[in-house]
T-cell receptor, first 109, second 115 residues
Framework: GQQLNQSPQSMFIQEGEDVSMNCTSS?????WLWYKQDPGEGPVLLIA?????ELTSNGRLTAQFGITRKDSFLNISASIPSDVGIYFC?????????FGTGTSLTVIP | EAGVAQSPRYKIIEKRQSVAFWCNPI?????LYWYQQILGQGPKLLIQ????????DSQLPKDRFSAERLKGVDSTLKIQPAKLEDSAVYLC?????????????FGSGTRLTVV
């Protein structure tokens, strides 16, 4: 299957700081999604991106579809404690979404 | 709208036993997916249904895993016999046909522990 690598693997930040994470693939994707997963729950869709270069926001979250179509980026501004969780990217290839390895975010109050 | 329902939430079984998971997708969603999420990893697709037909089961270990979606609504995933390495969270997701454009909605998952 496709390999999507996310970095960093984990982050520990102070409340109020901004966060940046990225996702890279060896394959081109036509759609990128970003999900957040809380402990014991399924992933929840945050942002969807459909076009290379597209920049989309959802509240304090902003994501970009990389120009090469092999990467995507997620930024969280002014982090709050409820931002804690694991963030997954997903790229659509063939007839399915492939998920990244995840970035674990810890926000210290 | 009601979300994707899964049961049970947790299951502990001994190796070589059998287990079954159930999923009820969002009403009207034609496509249903079963994913396996091993601790510390992202979800991996096991099988995809479009209505009651299988679209992709290339990553399903068919010697021990089986899934069905009768009447194109509910689905069950079965493991028989279970191995230690099957310990994982099994996530069910659903989407409108053409899930590429809308993303998937996931259930809360079933956490399976094989001892």
């Amino acid at each position: 299957g496709q390999q999507l690598n996310q970095s960093p693997q984990s982050m520990f930040i102070q409340e109020g700081e901004d966060v940046s994470m990225n996702c890279t693939s060896s394959s081109i994707f036509n759609t990128w999604l970003w999900y957040k997963q809380d402990p014991g729950e399924g992933p929840v869709l945050l942002i969807a991106l459909y076009k290379a270069g597209e920049l989309t926001s959802n509240g304090r979250l902003t994501a970009q579809f990389g120009i090469t179509r092999k990467d995507s980026f997620l930024n969280i501004s002014a982090s709050i404690p409820s931002d804690v969780g694991i963030y997954f990217c997903a790229g659509h290839g063939g007839n399915q979404f492939y998920f990244g390895t995840g970035t674990s975010l810890t926000v210290i109050p | 709208e009601a979300g994707v329902a899964q049961s049970p939430r947790y299951k502990i079984i001994e190796k070589r036993q059998s287990v079954a998971f159930w999923c009820n997708p969002i009403s009207g969603h034609a496509t249903l997916y079963w994913y396996q999420q091993i601790l510390g990893q992202g979800p991996k697709l096991l099988i995809q249904f479009q209505n009651n037909g299988v679209v992709d089961d290339s990553q399903l270990p068919k010697d021990r895993f089986s899934a069905e979606r009768l009447k194109g609504v509910d689905s069950t995933l079965k493991i028989q016999p279970a191995k230690l390495e099957d310990s994982a969270v099994y996530l069910c997701a659903s989407s409108w046909a053409g899930g590429q454009h809308y993303g998937y909605t996931f259930g809360s998952g079933t956490r399976l522990t094989v001892v």
